[in-house]
T-cell receptor, first 113, second 116 residues
Framework: AQSVTQPDIHITVSEGASLELRCNYSYGATPYLFWYVQSPGQGLQLLLKYFSGDTLVQGIKGFEAEFKRSQSSFNLRKPSVHWSDAAEYFCAVGGSSASKIIFGSGTRLSIRP | DGGITQSPKYLFRKEGQNVTLSCEQNLNHDAMYWYRQDPGQGLRLIYYSQIVNDFQKGDIAEGYSVSREKKESFPLTVTSAQKNPTAFYLC???????????????FGSGTQLSVL
């Protein structure tokens, strides 16, 4: 069955520190993988997506993610976080013929001044 | 500017009452979706529509109904049969249902529904 796991419910990092948010997926074929960000009381915005090719994907706002097939992971990284990065982050998985995308339960990111 | 508009931002429902959440898009997208978001959980799909006058149940359709009479509009009705309606509801759209997994979803800003 198709599923996404985000093991960290809440993470706090200091401003300027590096960030890694974990995402593990289960999917029977080559997955299509996404990271979305949600500010409080708002909709979701796509940060980046992976379909094929280079396993290191660059996104908006300085974020990147690396697809590791052997580990079934698609972790999100940022070298230096800013206070404006405080938000909820969702990993999602889908397939080329899927009619819907499955979202993880989210990781809330707080930034320590 | 193109985008998705959800209204109202906040909505309150009395016991036994049906309420309708509005979703309008001017992106010329074929596919539209309704998701429910509960605290600490991911988004769960309620209904989706690939084309006008057609829609499909998602994972948690019970207690909800939709219509798609116009390409731009996909309203969601939360019926009295939905016993736990308090949640944040998100509407989304994409160019096409088959492309949903390799094109991004565009989201509205959501409606918070609460029970009085």
């Amino acid at each position: 069955a198709q599923s996404v796991t985000q093991p960290d419910i809440h993470i706090t990092v200091s401003e300027g520190a590096s960030l890694e948010l974990r995402c593990n997926y289960s999917y029977g074929a080559t997955p299509y993988l996404f990271w979305y960000v949600q500010s409080p009381g708002q909709g979701l915005q796509l940060l980046l997506k992976y379909f094929s090719g280079d396993t290191l994907v660059q996104g908006i706002k300085g974020f990147e993610a690396e697809f590791k097939r052997s580990q079934s992971s698609f972790n999100l990284r940022k070298p230096s976080v800013h206070w404006s990065d405080a938000a909820e982050y969702f990993c999602a998985v889908g397939g080329s013929s899927a009619s819907k995308i499955i979202f993880g339960s989210g990781t809330r990111l707080s930034i320590r001044p | 500017d193109g985008g998705i508009t959800q209204s109202p931002k906040y909505l309150f429902r009395k016991e036994g009452q049906n309420v309708t959440l509005s979703c309008e898009q001017n992106l010329n997208h074929d596919a539209m979706y309704w998701y429910r978001q509960d605290p600490g959980q991911g988004l769960r799909l309620i209904y989706y529509s690939q084309i006008v006058n057609d829609f499909q149940k998602g994972d948690i359709a019970e207690g909800y109904s939709v219509s798609r009479e116009k390409k731009e509009s996909f309203p969601l009705t939360v019926t009295s049969a939905q016993k736990n309606p308090t949640a944040f509801y998100l509407c989304a759209s994409s160019y096409g249902i088959r492309e949903a997994t390799n094109e991004k979803l565009f989201f509205g800003s959501g409606t918070q529904l609460s029970v009085l």
